[in-house]
């Protein structure tokens, strides 16, 4: 028996016919946990051609074993990689904020000033 291959030709992911997808209030709270922060506020300046095609990568990178469906575990795991992501660029952008003194430790002056210097 023949070995069945992989489609060459990229199939739609959605049932044809299939309702298409509208975001409900709140969706950006979805957007940024799939996408992270900055890349779901660059969505937003994308034409609906621009965003599927560039949505269509993000669901290749998710589908961990290529098999062209995303698993809740993939989804699961994509969305982990995500945040931890936002929450390490996050932790650079305002440490030099922090570290006033720019020795790469916070002291707790440091971070008091920091947070409420305008109030002490």
Known sequence: AAALGKPTVRQERARPGAAQHEDRPGFQYDHEAFLGKEEARSFDQLSPEESRERLGKIV??????????????????????VQKRYIYENVAKVWKDYDLNKDDKIAWEEYKQATYGYYL
């Open 60 to 81: 290749d990178r998710i589908d961990d074993n290529k098999d062209g469906y995303i698993t809740t575990e993939e989804l699961k795991t994509w969305i982990k990689r």
